[in-house]
C-alpha cells in the first residue's frame, strides 16, 4: 500500500522518491554495526535521539559513529 504524503510537506514526493533510491554506503554501515552491537533497542534509541533537537547527550549507540568518522 502506498504511503499519501500530506501537503504540507516542504518536499515533493518525486524528489523525496529520487533520495530514497540513492544508496549511502556509510550510513548503512553505521546503522548495521548499532543493530548488530546493541540490537532494535539500540536503534530505537539513535533514531529518538536523532529527532530530538533538545537533546544532545549522546546515547551509547553514537559511539559506534567514531569508528567510520
Not at 43 to 61: E, K
Request: no cysteine; glycine share 4%; net charge positive.
Amino acid at each position: 500500500m502506498q504511503a499519501v504524503i500530506k501537503p504540507t510537506r516542504l518536499f515533493s514526493d518525486k524528489l523525496l522518491q529520487d533520495y530514497r533510491q540513492q544508496g549511502d554506503a556509510p550510513a548503512d554501515a553505521v546503522i548495521s554495526a548499532v543493530v548488530e552491537s546493541d540490537g532494535p533497542a539500540g536503534l530505537r534509541s539513535l533514531m529518538q535521539w536523532l529527532a530530538d533537537t533538545s537533546n544532545f547527550r549522546q546515547p551509547i549507540s553514537l559511539k559506534l559513529f567514531r569508528i567510520f568518522l
